[in-house]
């Protein structure tokens, strides 16, 4: 099993639709846990960030995390265009430590 | 902020040559620098972590001696691909580590031909 799976993709969705994102984790000793898009040819761009149990909101983007089902989503309302990119869950277990990745998905929002 | 340059954003050499890259913190101070390599449609691949002031520690698999890298201040690493050849082809990506998060670098892509 690996550490961190992250729902395959790839994901279409028409504009304006509610998005979903999923990744769930083995290892209990993760604390902190983030959210990174990145588009074609791109460094990934850090989206959320969080390290309790609960949501977080920034905009259109809610983070949830659920650590005693290990397993984080993020959420995307009214989605646009723009937000077609590969959507990346990270996570660590303390500072400077280095960050275990899911695979990525790719996500299309359709105009 | 939180923003990370990196210098070149694309290089091609020949067989053989030497390629530098350079990863650079901005606007704050990061004892801990990461690499990483990219190819198409895959995920992050972690090469190496670069403290400050110490040597790097490598992945399972990359070649120290092959892609060598540079702590020397708290802004700047450098990672070095010694002799180049076409299967080092890839996108390279830096980080920087700030508190609990990474902050990346926009990515060098290198062609090797």
């Known amino acids: 099993q690996k550490e961190v799976e992250q729902d395959p993709g790839p994901l279409s969705v028409p504009e304006g639709a509610i998005v979903s994102l999923n990744c769930t984790y083995s290892?209990?000793?993760?604390?902190?846990f983030m959210w990174y898009r990145q588009y074609s040819r791109k460094g990934p761009e850090l989206l959320m960030y969080?390290?309790?149990?609960g949501n977080k909101e920034d905009g259109r983007f809610t983070a949830q995390v659920d650590k005693s089902s290990k397993y984080i989503s993020l959420f995307i309302r009214d989605s646009q265009p723009s937000d077609s990119a590969t959507y990346l869950c990270?996570?660590?277990?303390?500072?400077?430590?280095?960050?275990?990745f899911g695979k990525g998905i790719t996500l299309s929002v359709r105009p | 902020g939180a923003v990370v340059s990196q210098h070149p954003s694309r290089v091609i050499c020949k067989s053989g040559t030497s390629v530098k890259i350079e990863c650079r913190s901005l606007?704050?101070?990061?004892?801990?620098m990461f690499w990483y390599r990219q190819f198409p449609k895959q995920s992050l691949m972690l090469m190496a972590t670069s403290n400050e002031g110490s040597k790097a520690t490598y992945e399972q698999g990359v070649e120290k001696d092959k892609f060598l890298i540079n702590h020397a201040s708290l802004t700047l690493s450098t990672l070095t691909v010694t002799s180049a050849h076409p299967e080092d082809s890839s996108f390279y990506i830096c980080s920087a580590g700030k508190r609990e998060v990474e902050f990346f670098g926009p990515g060098t892509r290198l062609t090797v031909l």
């Open positions: 969080t390290y309790s149990s």
């Open positions: 290892n209990s000793a993760f604390q902190y």
């Open positions: 606007d704050f101070q990061a004892t801990t």
């Open positions: 990270a996570m660590s277990v303390g500072a400077n430590s280095k960050l275990t």
